[in-house]
């Protein structure tokens, strides 16, 4: 039986310091410590080779630094420490969000031959202008060596959804200071920045965004994770995205589990799709919402041509464009018809706008089986707070439940709250009590959905006040419109409410299993049998095992 606290959690912030946790745009960027003094960094590219040299740009006020790195996988391993490397102040251009910071090489080192592909925690340590000790962190992923990988899982982070919710320095796809009167969301993010607090590293109670408490008749919505983030200094998105949130926990699982699983960015996955056929089971996990076309070229050719894809993840939403060798991100989202080229003068199919846009063809479905703008929001603030917090399933005797007694209408991941906050759909519709694809949802055939649950773009309640909502009606009228032309009334009754879906469908001589949650991980990180187990059973058959 799940018991949940009966209060939302107290950071020690003031009703009005809790608006401004929600309601503000904050953000970390140099000089914000003041007199405590700050050291930041960030590295040439997300990932590398052994033999490769990383080159680290750093930027403190401390005349030295020391250096740790580690890698975090089922168990922490040291692979290099160094102190007494000089350091000093540099510059940084305003809108470094958008161009990169354009610091000096601080300091580089060598990838051992011997380091084993994974994600490596880089951790600076100084001292403070007060002599207080400073810290910041960052990441880097070591890639594998070419070659056949059998029996081996090729693990993909979500880096184009890290680069669109870091916070650092102004500028990000949500929030910052570009435009005419610096208060607009950036189309163009740079990875030339160090990420914002909380991407990389995170205390164990950090919130997730998920609600973790009972509400009682006309309770107002929260965000505990803001309020928490505000309260200590972290970034106002580091719940949304990021290795600490999301990806380490499913790499540390697997690890544990015994499987055998490599890393890499989705730069890789861009740039270098040859990558895939090493492998017979790629995965994806978390919130995973930004991708380039040629992103999902390789992962269609990967199934097509027989490989295994399991999508532990939700909210498949935004095509984006890499420019400038991959540094730029771009991605112009709601203004994307207004302000994004392409749609003057170029290739319309590769517009970064929603994927579901009918001048791009391409929705999410033809790739994994479901949609983002049919899925969406639960869990969390007014967008079904109290609704299910784990997959209502229709499918029990399906492969992937073998094992686990579950029966038809439970709900699988409840203890651990595996539903939300953000979770992928497809219209469909409820014969003789089971759910199918309807026949306009543009479904892959043969999908068949194995659980679903409720979502929604809007907070809808007749007790809510509109001045008590965190959320307008905007993104429902933005799908409203993106989908029949206009953001009408009648259109965002048509979108307004979603769902959230476990499913499974073969193409080509290859196949993929989807559950589309961006809190899957969440069962993980918590240790929840059925969840492992049900995860075990898609690696296993599609390992071959």
């Known amino acids: 039986m799940i018991q949940l606290p009966k209060e939302f959690p107290d950071f020690g912030l003031t009703r009005e310091q809790q608006r401004l946790a929600v309601r503000s745009h904050y953000y970390e960027q140099p000089g914000m410590d003041g007199e405590r003094g700050e050291v930041w960094c960030y590295s040439d590219r997300f990932s590398y080779r052994p033999g490769d ?11 030295a630094f020391a250096i740790e790195v580690v890698r975090d996988g089922a168990t922490e391993t040291k692979v290099l420490e160094q102190s007494g490397i000089a350091a000093r102040w540099q510059d940084t251009p305003e809108q470094c969000s958008v161009l990169g910071c354009g610091w000096e090489t601080g300091f580089e080192f060598c990838i051992g031959e011997d380091w084993p592909s994974g994600g490596y925690r880089i951790t600076l340590r100084a001292q403070g202008l007060g002599g207080e000790p400073i810290c910041c962190h960052h990441f880097l992923i070591v890639l594998p060596n070419p070659g056949r990988k059998s029996g081996r899982i090729l693990q993909v982070a979500a880096t184009g959804t890290w680069l669109a919710y870091n916070t650092w320095g102004g500028s990000n796809h949500y929030e910052g200071i570009t435009g005419p009167n610096k208060n607009q969301y950036s189309p163009i993010v740079s990875t030339q920045r160090p990420w914002g607090r909380g991407f990389i590293v995170l205390p164990p109670d950090a919130p997730r965004v998920p609600l973790e408490v009972t509400m009682p008749p006309m309770t107002l919505p929260r965000r505990p994770h803001q309020e928490w983030a505000y309260a200590t200094g972290h970034s106002k998105k580091y719940a949304s995205a990021g290795w600490a949130t999301y990806d380490s926990h499913f790499f540390r699982f697997a690890e544990r589990a015994g499987y055998g699983v490599d890393l890499a960015s989705q730069h890789d996955l861009h740039f270098s799709p040859e990558m895939l056929r090493d492998y017979d089971c790629v995965v994806f996990v978390g919130h995973d919402e930004y991708w380039t076309w040629e992103m999902r070229d390789a992962v269609d050719a990967f199934v097509e041509k027989g490989g295994h894809v399991a999508r532990f993840a939700g909210n498949f939403m935004w095509q984006t464009r890499l420019e400038d060798a991959g540094r730029g991100q771009v991605c112009y989202k709601y203004r994307a018809r207004a302000e994004d080229p392409v749609y003057r003068s170029g290739d319309i199919s590769r517009a970064t706008n929603s994927w579901e846009a009918p001048e791009i063809g391409r929705p999410g479905c033809k790739t994994f089986g479901l949609n983002g703008s049919e899925g969406i929001y639960a869990g969390w603030a007014g967008l079904a707070p109290r609704g299910v917090r784990g997959f209502p399933i229709y499918r029990p005797d399906h492969w992937a439940f073998a094992g686990t007694g579950l029966f038809y209408g439970d709900l699988l991941g409840a203890e651990s709250h595996i539903y939300g906050y953000e979770v992928d759909g497809l219209d469909y519709e409820i014969r003789n009590g089971l759910p199918y694809p309807s026949p306009t949802s543009g479904a892959p055939d043969g999908l068949q959905i194995l659980a679903v649950g409720m979502a929604t773009l809007v907070e809808e309640s007749a007790d809510l006040a509109s001045e008590d909502q965190f959320f307008s009606d905007g993104d429902g009228r933005f799908v409203a419109e993106t989908l029949f ?40 990180l918590r240790c929840d049998a059925m969840v492992e187990h049900v995860t075990c059973n898609v690696l296993n058959r599609y390992l071959g095992v």
Not at 53 to 63: D, E, F
Not at 490 to 495: A, C, F, G, P
Not at 507 to 515: D, I, M
């Open 53 to 63: 040299t990383v080159r680290l740009q750093v930027s403190s006020t401390a005349h």
């Open 485 to 524: 032309g206009e953001s009408s009334d009648d259109n965002l009754e048509k979108v307004k409410r979603g769902s959230g879906m476990i499913v499974h469908f073969k193409r080509g001589n290859g196949e993929v299993f989807h559950a589309g949650s961006c809190e899957w991980v969440a069962g993980l």
